[in-house]
């Protein structure tokens, strides 16, 4: 029997058989689009998933370098300290895991489960930090509770160490964690999001030397996560060593100077810059930062009254007060309007237009001469000299002094100060410099600023006969084995253009400021060495419309004293200011001499006696200036 089929029916089945090698055709093309897209679009992306099941990359953080101090010794080091990470992928059952994990790390379960919500939508291969700097109590809980802690492990971290705590801290500077904005700069290419890296100071200016270069080990895991094995070890280069200028045992003796104070003081070499102690007070402890500030610490210190995170060596602004009288006296010299041997009356007082200008001494010097005008800090001397000159004259040698501009502190951060000039006033205010402004100004005060350390600078190229350096913190980079990388050499950034002869009778006067019976500053003198140096008083503003009343405390004067040693062949320059501290002979000479005892018993074999000073009636009164 023959199957027949007409025309129509030829027609149907060749349609059916078309519609079905399309279908196939269609899904084997679906099936192999697939295929293709998983091996070789996502293929690496799998792989390298499947590799983390078995195969993990751990991370050998590299230790930041020493920093010394110029004898050697070390000043911040490092210690190691243990982290704890979870791999998520690792736990079959995050809610079982989570009272244990509590229990052994002294944290609040929602605090964890915080940390992991903050962590979604990205890779469950990489490890989750829970806790930094674990106490040994919890390491040992965790490495013994492994088995009902799947998917923690514990990471050895080299963690910067502060041994001497707040000690220079302004200078040393301290850690924190990267940002995103610092993670996207070519230098930070390596480093991820919890990593810490220089914020301030040192730590932060040379942190491209100090931070060297991480190491890796790739180990294998079984499927709870525990280490079978190390495939491949890469050690980590540590980073360079830093040797500064700074003396430990000067800066210990500064800071235990002006301890319990507001204030700065900055010791520095006038032979070539070099910064010997630089401390601010208050402080801060950078220990707070290498191991992660919490949120209390933070707020306690950016909203505590007395700025301990400023720099008040460098950042802070002050009238210079009577030190002041150095430069006016220089100017005065240099431009001929007086001779040493130029005199003024002193009755107390100078009238002068509508007021009086008072003399720190109501009683008056009598006729003083420019040596005795600087050894006793006469007012009304230095307005005659002041209104001789003019204001822009005066500025003219306190820009040449380096005031009113940068330093060159390699550290970077510091304030300007202020110079104020009749240019200056009229662009600012919009009105002309008034001939009682010029008396204020002649004296430190009026609109004058200055930091501590472009005093520093100032009075130390007084004393070395006008080169003024740059300051100098860091002496040489040298690699971990001890290689010098690089040498920080002195550097002269100007000469004053001061006659020789003129920057000596200035320093004589200066030697006589605090070895004169009459001297403002006789509280800095040092039996057997030749200190020579200058106080001063800055009035600061009592009340501002819209403040708050001040407090006592608040209305007192500003102290400084300036002052180098030995006074003809300068080793040291000290400035110390102290801010609400009163006179200047009183409160800040003392702590000058406290920390030139401490130089000269170090690099002299002598015994400092104490001062043997004439009780008399006018001693409070020349504390004053």
Same mark, same amino acid.
């Given at each position: 029997m023959r199957l027949k089929l007409d025309k129509n029916g030829t027609h149907e089945v060749n349609s059916t058989l078309v519609y079905v090698n399309v279908v196939i055709i269609v899904v084997f093309s679906l099936i192999f689009s697939r295929l293709w897209y998983l091996q070789i679009i996502k293929g690496e992306h799998f792989k390298n998933l499947s590799e983390n099941n078995r195969i993990r990359i751990q991370e050998i953080p590299a230790p930041r370098g020493i920093l010394y101090d110029r004898q050697g010794a070390p000043l911040v080091d490092s210690f190691p300290s243990f982290d704890v990470s979870l791999f998520?992928?690792?736990?079959?059952?995050?809610?079982?895991?989570?009272?244990?994990?509590?229990?052994?790390?002294?944290?609040?379960?929602?605090?964890?489960?915080?940390?992991?919500?903050?962590?979604?939508?990205?890779?469950?291969?990489?490890?989750?930090?829970?806790?930094?700097?674990?106490?040994?109590?919890?390491?040992?809980?965790?490495?013994?509770?492994?088995?009902?802690?799947? =998917?923690?492990?514990?990471?050895?971290?080299?963690?910067?160490?502060?041994?001497?705590?707040?000690?220079?801290?302004?200078?040393?500077?301290?850690?924190?964690?990267? %940002?995103?904005?610092?993670?996207?700069?070519?230098?930070?290419?390596?480093?991820?999001?919890?990593?810490?890296?220089?914020?301030?100071?040192?730590?932060?200016?040379?942190?491209?030397?100090?931070?060297?270069?991480?190491?890796?080990?790739?180990?294998?895991?079984? @499927?709870?996560?525990?280490?079978?094995?190390?495939?491949?070890?890469?050690?980590?280069?540590?980073?360079?060593?830093?040797?500064?200028?700074?003396?430990?045992?000067?800066?210990?003796?500064?800071?235990?100077?002006?301890?319990?104070?507001?204030?700065?003081?900055?010791?520095?070499?006038?032979?070539?810059?070099?910064?010997?102690?630089?401390?601010?007070?208050?402080?801060?402890?950078?220990?707070?930062?290498?191991?992660?500030?919490?949120?209390?610490?933070?707020?306690?210190?950016?909203?505590?009254?007395? %700025?301990?995170?400023?720099?008040?060596?460098?950042?802070?602004?002050?009238?210079?007060?009577?030190?002041?009288?150095?430069?006016? @006296?220089?100017?005065?010299?240099?431009?001929?309007?007086?001779?040493?041997?130029?005199?003024?009356?002193?009755?107390?007082?100078?009238?002068?237009? %509508?007021?009086?200008?008072?003399?720190?001494?109501?009683?008056?010097? =009598?006729?003083?001469?420019?040596?005795?005008?600087?050894?006793?800090?006469?007012?009304?001397?230095?307005?005659?000299?002041?209104?001789r000159l003019g204001v822009d004259r005066m500025a003219k040698y306190a820009l040449s002094l380096g005031l009113g501009r940068s330093t060159g502190f390699p550290l970077g951060n510091e304030k300007t100060g202020l110079v104020p000039t009749s240019s200056w006033k009229m662009r600012r205010f919009g009105i002309p410099w008034q001939a009682g402004e010029t008396l204020s100004t002649a004296i430190g005060q009026g609109f004058n600023l200055i930091t501590p350390l472009q005093m520093a600078g100032f009075v130390s190229a007084v004393a070395n006969g006008g080169n003024f350096f740059q300051p100098r913190v860091v002496q040489s980079i040298r690699a971990p084995h001890g290689e010098t990388l690089k040498e920080f050499s002195p550097l002269i950034l100007r000469t004053l253009q001061v006659s020789p002869e003129n920057l000596e009778i200035i320093r004589e006067a200066l030697w006589g400021a605090v070895n004169s019976p009459s001297g403002t500053g006789h509280r800095a003198k040092i039996e057997g060495f030749n200190v020579a140096g200058k106080t001063g008083t800055a009035q600061v503003i009592q009340r501002r419309e819209g403040r708050s009343e001040p407090s006592t405390s608040e209305l007192q004067d500003h102290a400084w004293f300036a002052c180098f040693a030995p006074a003809h062949q300068p080793e040291i320059a000290v400035v110390v200011l102290i801010e609400h501290g009163g006179h200047g002979g009183a409160a800040a000479a003392p702590v000058a001499r406290k920390v030139l005892e401490n130089y000269f018993k170090r690099t002299r074999a002598i015994t400092p006696s104490p001062l043997k000073m004439a009780v008399r009636s006018s001693d409070e009164n020349i504390e004053r200036r």
């Open positions: 998520r992928q690792d736990v079959p059952d995050m809610g079982a895991l989570m009272p244990a994990l509590s229990r052994a790390l002294s944290m609040e379960p929602e605090k964890i489960q915080a940390k992991i919500n903050a962590t979604k939508g990205s890779s469950p291969f990489q490890p989750l930090k829970l806790k930094t700097d674990v106490t040994r109590q919890e390491l040992a809980i965790v490495e013994t509770r492994r088995l009902d802690l799947p =998917g923690i492990t514990v990471d050895v971290v080299i963690r910067r160490n502060y041994p001497y705590r707040s000690l220079a801290s302004h200078l040393i500077g301290s850690l924190g964690e990267i %940002s995103q904005e610092e993670l996207q700069k070519e230098e930070f290419i390596n480093h991820k999001i919890g990593y810490l890296i220089g914020k301030y100071g040192i730590e932060q200016a040379f942190e491209l030397d100090l931070m060297g270069e991480n190491g890796g080990r790739q180990i294998e895991v079984n @499927a709870l996560g525990r280490k079978m094995r190390v495939l491949e070890n890469l050690e980590p280069n540590p980073g360079n060593n830093l040797f500064l200028t700074l003396d430990l045992e000067l800066q210990k003796a500064a800071e235990g100077a002006i301890a319990g104070k507001s204030g700065a003081i900055v010791a520095m070499n006038p032979q070539n810059g070099d910064i010997l102690a630089l401390a601010s007070k208050p402080d801060f402890d950078p220990n707070l930062f290498a191991r992660g500030i919490s949120p209390e610490n933070w707020k306690s210190l950016i909203e505590n009254p007395a %700025s301990p995170l400023q720099n008040r060596a460098l950042q802070g602004q002050y009238p210079p007060g009577s030190v002041f009288k150095i430069i006016t @006296a220089i100017a005065g010299l240099e431009e001929k309007v007086i001779t040493p041997e130029t005199s003024f009356p002193c009755s107390g007082v100078l009238p002068f237009g %509508s007021r009086e200008y008072q003399c720190w001494k109501k009683e008056g010097h =009598g006729r003083v001469s420019l040596r005795q005008a600087i050894v006793e800090s006469c007012d009304v001397y230095f307005y005659q000299v002041g209104l």
